[in-house]
């Protein structure tokens, strides 16, 4: 026998184990008990097998595990009671039961061991309790059962009776903290699924006011995390989404990773979605970063391109002026292209005189048309400089190079977008609705409706006869500008009767001009950008809860930020923290952004 049992039943036997003389073997009448005492008594019949376990409990392979250990040193206990001490003693009463609670560590080291239900006899639990200690170290338990102290949790039932130490008896429960404490811990752990699953449970009923805002911060620390550990994946594509998403959700914490991507050896694509991200970001920080880009001979063309606009988006363009300006004046091609590209953002009224040059006819085509579009931007720009820009404009537009056409059409849409409104621009453009080039009327589409707003709807009469693929694009994107009657009736038309770009193009302008009613179409439309699109715009939460659920993460994401948009943060967020515990690292990371952009929403639902 093991030492505790000897200690255990001899201090039974000291207590009141009657001694005697007695004959036969250990199982007869007569014999020695423990401690040499003259067995008197006839041992009671042995216990049958316990009762097998259910296999599906939780963790039941482990728990068989564990059993074997546990029922053996039990058994032999229980075996010892019968034999060495009277039927009639308090450790043979097969009331008697007693539960355990034993902490394994992820090693399977016992880490603790306590009674949370006693029988009522101290020996007997003392007993339960070596019995555990006895058959440690157990195999190392599941990691999907280990609770937030690090250790899996098993109740076991020590019995007196036939249940002994069974597997009927035996449990794995997991000890979870408050989300608070919980959450941190396993984002350290790299756990993300599993804490936003924490907060999505939390969040189940609606919690009250003071719970949600500390929630809702909680979710907030998910995303960023997801988010922040995808810039760094290795995958192209996952490091591009978590680029879109800290992007969408202006993740201001992770703007000096976005820096070393936009900087740095990473894969083109993601380095120039980095750039575009943090002209999002709209922080002193990603201004100096863009700055440097757009000033860096050894970026490329496009990158620095995107850092300007990002630049101008901040209003900090002042800073890369005199960079676009020199290229501007570069004797090579390639360099005053790139430098007229960045006026088309930056304006430059000290220069009018040299764009107009570059716009006049002794220069190639690429040139004037680059040129055209500067000017388009520095007729925004008003005062006298603004004035003669768009006066070389006006001329323009009646170009017979088609190709310029275009550009003019194209620099007074951009012009429109800073403010430009010239009355005679206006009814020039609507000319060009004629033109017997698509890509002039699709330019003057764009024009059209970035200048007249409104009354350009009067026009769609122009256009009631059009059948180019081009310029229909063009006029399903164009009537986003366009809040009338007349311009809904025509995009819910295009998007009804048209597909892909034509069709998705549309949607999201009804969107722009929030016609609600007029999206419930698309919804269930085959296309997954087309029913994201959609999503965004309608106002029936029924409808918006359900897109929760869709096959596709995009049109997932966009109904976590509608909610957002129509119930609040806090009505947004079970779906939100139950998508990002669901749903695969890029998933998150889509789902993450989505969340962090409904930040300007509001709290209350």
């Known amino acids: 026998m093991r030492a505790w049992v000897v200690v255990a039943l001899g201090a039974a036997i000291g207590c009141g184990g009657a001694a005697g003389a007695g004959k036969g073997g250990p199982g007869g009448s007569g014999g020695e008990s423990a401690g040499g005492q003259v067995r008197t008594f006839e041992p009671g019949p042995p216990l049958e097998e316990p009762p097998p376990g259910d296999p599906e409990t939780p963790g039941y392979p482990y728990l068989a595990d564990l059993y074997e250990p546990l029922q053996s040193r039990w058994r032999s206990f229980l075996g010892n009671c019968r034999t060495q ?359 003057a589409v764009r024009a059209g409706a970035a200048l007249g707003k409104q009354r350009f709807a009067r026009e769609l009469f122009r256009l009631r006869k059009e059948r180019s693929s081009v310029v229909l694009l063009a006029l399903a994107r164009a009537l986003a500008r366009v809040d009338a009657t007349a311009a809904a009736d025509r995009l819910a038309g295009l998007a009804r009767d048209g597909a892909g770009e034509q069709r998705l193009a549309a949607v999201r302008s009804l969107v722009a001009l929030e016609k609600s009613a007029a999206l419930v179409a698309f919804v269930s439309d085959d296309s997954p950008s087309v029913r994201s699109a959609a999503m965004t715009g309608i106002d029936d939460v029924n409808a918006v809860e359900s897109a929760l659920d869709d096959p596709s993460i995009e049109v997932r994401a966009a109904a976590v930020g509608r909610l957002g948009s129509l119930r609040g943060r806090l009505g947004a967020l079970r779906g939100a923290s139950r998508l990002m515990s669901a749903s695969d690292p890029a998933g998150r990371v889509v789902i993450a952004g989505a969340w962090l952009g409904t930040r300007g929403a509001g709290t209350a639902p």
């Open 85 to 443: 001490l009277p039927p009639e003693h308090p450790l043979n009463q097969s009331s008697l039961q007693v539960v355990v609670d034993i902490g394994v560590g992820r090693d399977g080291r016992l880490r603790a061991v306590q009674v949370v239900q006693p029988s009522g006899n101290g020996e007997f639990d003392d007993v339960a309790v070596e019995v555990v200690r006895d058959a440690a170290p157990f195999p190392p338990p599941p990691a999907s059962f280990v609770s937030d102290d690090s250790r899996v949790h098993v109740t076991w039932t020590f019995a007196r009776d036939r249940r002994q130490a069974g597997l009927a008896g035996a449990r794995l429960d997991r000890v979870q903290w408050k989300p608070s404490r919980a959450v941190p811990m396993l984002l350290e752990a790299g756990m993300d699924a599993e804490a936003a699953r924490r907060v999505a449970d939390a969040a189940e009923p609606l919690p009250a006011d003071d719970q949600a805002a500390a929630l809702i911060d909680l979710n907030d620390a998910i995303a960023v995390h997801a988010i922040a550990g995808a810039l760094g994946a290795p995958d192209p594509g996952l490091a591009r989404a978590a680029v879109e998403a800290a992007g969408r959700g202006r993740v201001g914490q992770v703007s000096k990773q976005l820096a070393a991507l936009a900087t740095g050896g990473a894969e083109p694509g993601v380095r120039l979605a980095a750039i575009e991200a943090l002209g999002n970001l709209d922080t002193e920080s990603a201004w100096a970063v863009l700055t440097a880009l757009a000033e860096s001979e050894q970026a490329t063309d496009e990158e620095r391109l995107a850092a300007v606009k990002g630049l101008a988006r901040g209003e900090s363009a002042d800073t890369v002026r005199p960079v676009a300006v020199a290229l501007a004046d570069d004797s090579a091609p390639d360099r005053r292209l790139l430098g007229l590209a960045m006026l088309a953002h930056v304006p430059a009224p000290g220069r009018l005189e040299a764009i107009v040059r570059l716009a006049g006819s002794g220069a190639v085509t690429a040139t004037r048309a680059a040129a055209l579009m500067a000017l388009g931007r520095l007729a925004a720009a008003g005062g006298t400089a603004g004035r003669g820009a768009s006066r070389t404009l006006l001329d323009a537009l009646s170009s017979r190079n088609a190709a310029l056409r275009v550009a003019v059409a194209d620099a007074v849409a951009n012009a429109a977008d800073y403010g430009y409104d010239q009355r005679m621009a206006y009814w020039k453009v609507i000319e060009l609705l004629k033109d017997r080039d698509e890509r002039v009327r699709a330019a």
